[in-house]
T-cell receptor, first 113, second 114 residues
Framework: EAGVAQSPRYKIIEKRQSVAFWCNPISGHATLYWYQQILGQGPKLLIQFQNNGVVDDSQLPKDRFSAERLKGVDSTLKIQPAKLEDSAVYLC???????????FGPGTRLTVL | AQSVTQLGSHVSVSEGALVLLRCNYSSSVPPYLFWYVQYPNQGLQLLLKYTTGATLVKGINGFEAEFKKSETSFHLTKPSAHMSDAAEYFCAVSESSGTYKYIFGTGTRLKVLA
């Protein structure tokens, strides 16, 4: 089966610019996650969707970050405006249920200059 | 609140030697425990997981881990390291109910010496 797809793989922007990342989960997976992985750290959950609904966004900086999952399939994560400290790898993962294994995409490496 | 501690951000072993990567957790409820591996410029791949049942868990690529409740540990081992094992390894814990949110450790980078 096809894995989790993410694009772009790399993005370089200047601070205060906007950026968007796209994720296509494994077909049929109802649960979708966005993680932020800063260099030298483990992934940190930003937001978790169950179908269209948000299950957990307690660690999402809502003043600049937003995410949506239209029709319960693809998802986009947006940062507006970006700060230097947003430089990280943004990982998308999906699972067939919250108690099931999470499958990760290759990530998008964001560099903010 | 749950947390994960991985002792040793960098571990070096010789090819053919035992691999031991340490993970300790804290959780107020019975946890689910995971080990993931991350190769350069790739996403995370599940090595093994403990949910319930047998406390010695076998995973892919010859890795195994043992859940020790009394020590709150879930250390990852492999009897004989291979060059292809060089990667970053992450331990994660989730609650066994609710949102099952994963909390990851800071990772251990394994280097295998020829």
């Amino acid at each position: 089966e096809a894995g989790v797809a993410q694009s772009p793989r790399y993005k370089i922007i200047e601070k205060r610019q906007s950026v968007a990342f796209w994720c296509n989960p494994i077909s049929g997976h109802a649960t979708l996650y966005w993680y932020q992985q800063i260099l030298g750290q483990g992934p940190k959950l930003l937001i978790q969707f169950q179908n269209n609904g948000v299950v957990d966004d307690s660690q999402l900086p809502k003043d600049r970050f937003s995410a949506e999952r239209l029709k319960g399939v693809d998802s986009t994560l947006k940062i507006q405006p970006a700060k230097l400290e947003d430089s990280a790898v943004y990982l998308c993962a999906s699972s067939s249920g919250v108690y099931n294994e999470q499958f990760f995409g290759p990530g998008t490496r964001l560099t903010v200059l | 609140a749950q947390s994960v501690t991985q002792l040793g951000s960098h571990v070096s072993v010789s090819e053919g030697a035992l691999v031991l990567l340490r993970c300790n957790y804290s959780s107020s409820v019975p946890p689910y425990l995971f080990w993931y591996v991350q190769y350069p410029n790739q996403g995370l791949q599940l090595l093994l997981k403990y949910t319930t049942g047998a406390t010695l868990v076998k995973g892919i690529n010859g890795f195994e881990a043992e859940f020790k409740k009394s020590e709150t540990s879930f250390h990852l081992t492999k009897p004989s390291a291979h060059m292809s094992d060089a990667a970053e390894y992450f331990c994660a814990v989730s609650e066994s109910s609710g949102t099952y949110k994963y909390i990851f450790g800071t990772g251990t980078r394994l280097k295998v010496l020829a």
